[in-house]
């Protein structure tokens, strides 16, 4: 049984920083890509960061960039998303994804694996 499963997340002050992870296990990952994806209540889900399979590539969304970064573990098992400088708007519930060949990234529709993500909350 595959299983993507985030941890990390909880409330914070604005300028303070979180770090996400997500633990993967059930098949091998290779050859797929792990984003970060967060929905805001009242709002649709948005791409946050991507990493490629190999690890050397990444993306970011503009909101984010300069603030979170990605990153993966050789054994392409463990994901995570520190953030730092986080910003009342980040305020939302945090998943992972994987996904192998998609023409989008940023596009949670085509994601193939998704964890039930975890709730990150930052007060003002």
């Known amino acids: 049984q595959v299983q993507l499963v985030e941890s990390g997340g909880g409330m914070v002050q604005a300028g303070g920083s979180l770090r996400l992870s997500c633990a993967a296990s059930?098949?091998?990952?290779?050859?797929?890509?792990m984003a970060w994806f967060r929905q805001a209540p009242g709002k649709e889900r948005e791409f946050v960061a991507a990493?490629?399979?190999?690890?050397?590539?990444?993306l970011y969304a503009d909101s984010v960039k300069g603030r979170f970064t990605i990153s993966g573990d050789n054994a392409k098992t463990t994901w995570n998303l520190q953030m730092d400088n986080l910003k009342p708007e980040d305020t939302a519930v945090y998943y992972c994804?994987?996904?192998?060949?998609?023409?989008?990234?940023?596009?949670?529709?085509?994601?193939?694996?998704w964890g039930k993500g975890t709730r990150v909350t930052v007060s003002s």
């Open positions: 059930g098949r091998t990952f290779s050859g797929y890509a």
């Open positions: 990493i490629g399979w190999s690890g050397t590539s990444t």
């Open positions: 994804a994987a996904a192998r060949n998609v023409p989008t990234i940023t596009d949670y529709r085509g994601m193939h694996y």
